[in-house]
């Protein structure tokens, strides 16, 4: 039914219109495969987690290595102080690839999927749109859920490492850390769907992954 | 058999190249992140105790027992090494010396003490067997001194022999002779500790208690009835020792660093590694339901499982080595000092005990459960 409502002369159709349509199309795909959404959004939770974790805590690592600086060699506690900075850049960048592989995956696997909605005369400008809803739905999801279980991981880390509670910058980091996984999932699924939406419907549908 | 399963297996990964890259990929990123701030925590943990292991050398080997003035030893929060906020006369050892055999081995006479004319402080550490005077990389930079030059310590010409010592926990270390430390410390005929390495513990252990000494192998002793303490760093006395001093001193110091927010922190990477492994083993699954239907469809299921698990097999293999392989390059390239290949193979070893749990949990079980289902809702859901 997604499908035909949105074939149906899909140019004329006014934005929010076709808009609703295609959120529809994303909720019945999500609704029948759901099994197989629930690992893209595990990923991007698990990445937008490590995003958060490592965005609030590091500042109050850094200040309670400052603590043993009298039991480490200045040389060390500065490579230390180094070391901690690269930990969260790294954790930062793997963060959003993990997000990034897993949505290039999600969208090459259904290569097959975008052959038939081609065939049957969806244009292309709808079907990276589908894609796009599909991305930002798993990012905004996926990302809400890290945001939420990193709190808690956050604080019980800091509550058993013996480290104050108090002035932790939440919203903003969880602010930061929810776009980052939107952002991530649709440059990342961007990609794939230009790529795949420029086959023909006949290559796409004999296209294996 | 196994031979044409590894062939047919290498072949299928080959075949779908892009799914195979995204796969290992994903699986490669997060081994590598583990790895790395693993070790970064690891090394840190090290790095406390770094002094421990460097005082107990000996020029034979490592000593097993450490005599010191009543009061015990502590780590100076300043300088990051030993410190005794006592020290014995000579004397007292000699009179040690008629009631104990210590010949059976070797015995360092130790004075250390820290002098503040560098910031952080300069610890002359003198040893009776050491016979020239070497500083630490950093102590020659803030003394403005090179190897084969005379410097002035506390009014005491000295030459420096060698800017070689490692970096351990206290940054500014002098390693002279025992009778330059006396001199430069205005402490003659002084001592901050022995140490031991001798033969016979059990019989060095009952003279030294009959010569009037405390012997514990418990680090938080400090408080003896005047006499000396003797620690032994090695093996256990008594029914209430349980571990020995080592580790007790390592529960000591590393437990505080272990559980830091970095020790926490590189806990929690374990966890969301194994999660991000664990969801792109399973996305592989999930991505190959059609293939599964079909194969079940001409009844071929047993095979398939055998097959689908060495292609796990490879691709985790392979996966690990690229992570464990990347992590060590980011190591190499962003922290070198960092770079202790004892401290590395230990998060080796962590990072491969993740491989058995991701066959069973990230292919045996849901491929078996895959296998199990009809064709017909295989390929449908696909």
Known sequence: MATRSLRASSAALPLPVLLKRMVLYTHRHIQFNRRRSLLPITTVAAGTLLVYVVLTLIEVVNAQMAQFNGTLSPATAAAMGRATLYVAIICLIVGGLETAIVMTRSVLSRIQEIGVLKATGVSNAIVVGLFMTEAIIYGFLGGLVGVIVGWWVAAIAQMLSGMPLALLPVWQNAALALLLAVATSVVAALFPIWRTVRLSAIQAIYHQF | MSIKLVKIALANLLRHRTRTVLSATGLALAIATVLFVNVIALSFEAGVTAVYDYIRQTPEGIANVWITPTGGFTLDADTGFFKTPAFMPVDEIDELK??????????????????????????????????????????????????????????????????????????????????????????????????????????????????????????????????????????????????????????????????????????????????????????????????????????????????????????????????????????????????????????????????????????????????????VQLLRAA
């Open chain 2, 98 to 375: 008629t009631g104990v055999d210590l010949s059976k081995g070797e015995v360092v006479q130790v004075l250390t003490e820290s002098l503040p004319v560098t910031d952080p402080p300069l610890v002359i550490y003198g040893r009776s067997d050491q016979s020239s005077v070497w500083l630490s990389p950093s102590a020659a930079i803030a003394l403005n001194a090179a190897a084969n030059q005379s410097i002035t310590l506390e009014n005491i010409a000295v030459k420096v022999d060698r800017i070689a010592l490692p970096d351990l926990g206290a940054g500014n270390v002098a390693l002279v002779p025992l009778e330059v430390a006396g001199q430069i410390l205005k402490r003659p005929d002084q001592l901050s500790w022995l140490m031991l390495r001798q033969e016979g513990l059990p019989k060095l252990r009952r003279d030294l208690l009959a010569a009037g000494l405390s012997a514990t192998t418990d680090p938080t002793v400090t408080k003896s009835d005047g006499k000396a303490i003797a620690y032994f760093l090695e093996g256990r006395y008594g029914r209430e020792d349980i571990v020995s001093f080592g580790v007790k001193f390592a529960a000591l110091y590393i437990n505080q660093a272990s559980s830091t927010l970095l020790g926490w922190l590189a806990k929690i990477t374990l966890a969301l590694g194994f999660v991000l492994m664990l969801s792109a083993a399973l996305l592989s699954i999930e991505e190959r339901r059609r293939e599964f239907g079909i194969m079940v469809a001409v009844g071929v299921s047993g095979d398939v499982l055998y097959l689908f698990l060495m292609e796990s097999l490879l691709l985790f293999a392979g996966s690990t080595l690229i992570g464990l392989w990347l992590g060590i390059i980011l190591l190499q390239g962003l922290t070198p000092e960092l770079l202790d290949w004892g401290v590395v193979m230990k998060s080796m070893a962590l990072v491969i005990c993740y491989i058995p749990p991701m066959i069973v949990f990230g292919s045996l079980i849901p491929a078996q459960m895959l296998l199990q289902k009809s064709p």
